[in-house]
C-alpha cells in the first residue's frame, strides 16, 4: 500500500508557519527545530521538507538532492550542537519512529538526535 500524507499533520503546519517553532538550522530541503518535550539536554527534531510519512518513504521515493541535503543538514546539526565524537564531543542518539510498533506520533518524517547525558541501552529489553 502507498503512503498517504496527512497534510493536517503537526509537522506540515510548522513548515506552513500556521504553528511557531524553535528553528536551529533550515536549508532548502530541510528544516531542524527543537523538540518541544524534550528527552535529553540536546533534543532537535529534523524534517525533510517534502511529503513524506516516514524515513523509508523517503529514502525510496525523495530525489537525490533531498535526501542529500537531509543527511547532511543532520550532520550539520550534529556539528551545531557540538556532540559528534570525532570533534570531542560526548556523542548522540539518531531514532526515527515509523508507524505503530515504532510508536510515531506525527506521520511527516523526522529523525530525532537526542544528546547531552548518558542515553542507556538502545532498547528496554524488559519491553520485548
Ligand atoms: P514521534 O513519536 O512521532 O517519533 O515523535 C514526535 C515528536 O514530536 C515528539 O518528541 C514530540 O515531543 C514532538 N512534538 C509534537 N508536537 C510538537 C510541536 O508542536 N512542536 C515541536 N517542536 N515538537 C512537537
Redesign the pocket.
Known amino acids: 500500500m502507498a503512503y498517504s500524507y496527512d497534510d493536517q499533520n503537526?509537522?506540515a503546519?510548522?513548515l506552513r508557519d500556521e504553528?511557531p517553532?524553535?528553528t536551529v538550522y533550515e536549508t532548502d530541503h530541510s528544516l531542524a527545530?527543537?523538540?518541544?518535550?524534550?528527552?535529553a539536554p540536546h533534543?532537535v527534531?529534523v524534517i525533510p521538507k517534502g511529503k513524506y510519512v516516514c524515513f523509508d518513504h523517503f529514502a525510496n521515493t525523495a530525489s537525490d538532492a533531498e535526501i542529500v541535503d537531509y543527511i547532511r543538514a543532520i550532520g550539520e546539526v550534529c556539528k551545531m550542537l557540538g556532540i559528534p565524537p570525532g570533534d570531542g564531543g560526548n556523542g548522540y542518539r539518531l531514532?526515527?519512529?515509523a508507524g505503530q510498533d515504532?510508536?510515531?506520533?506525527?506521520?511527516h518524517l523526522?529523525v530525532?538526535i537526542v544528546a547531552g547525558r548518558g542515553l542507556g541501552r538502545m532498547l528496554n529489553p524488559a519491553a520485548s
Open positions: 503537526i509537522f503546519k510548522i504553528i517553532n524553535d527545530f527543537k523538540d518541544i518535550t524534550p528527552q533534543h527534531l531514532l526515527s519512529n515504532g510508536v510515531q506520533e506525527v506521520p523526522h530525532h
